[in-house]
């Protein structure tokens, strides 16, 4: 099993930044994948950027520009910076990693309020 910790969430003003942090912990052997995913309220959930254990990274339309999303593969854990904040990016924020099987772990997720 692997137990991830996210923290960094809050409230933050229109134009404002926030960085997120996810700490992997457990059976942390083979983890190639690690994201953020994100889930507003009545929405599905959907994907922000993702980051592989090489440092290729992949990042939604909608936060191209916006968001950088970067690894200490030292500390295991997968960061998430977030400038220039709309409100649209309100949501709670979930930490996602998987194995090179696989195997996909999810975060309890952190709550995003961007305010007007």
């Known amino acids: 099993q692997v137990q991830l910790v996210e923290s960094g969430g809050g409230l933050v003003q229109a134009g404002g930044s926030l960085r997120l942090s996810c700490a992997a912990s457990?059976?942390?052997?083979?983890?190639?994948?690690m994201g953020w995913y994100r889930q507003a309220p009545g929405k599905q959930r959907e994907l922000v950027a993702t980051i592989r254990s090489g440092g290729s990274t992949n990042y939604a339309d909608s936060v191209k520009g916006r968001f950088t999303i970067s690894r200490d593969n030292a500390k295991n854990t997968v960061y998430l910076q977030m400038n220039s904040l709309k409100p649209e990016d309100t949501a709670v924020y979930y930490c996602n990693v998987r194995k090179s099987q696989g195997i996909n772990y999810w975060g309890k997720g952190t709550l995003v309020t961007v305010s007007s």
């Open positions: 457990g059976s942390i052997f083979s983890i190639d994948v």
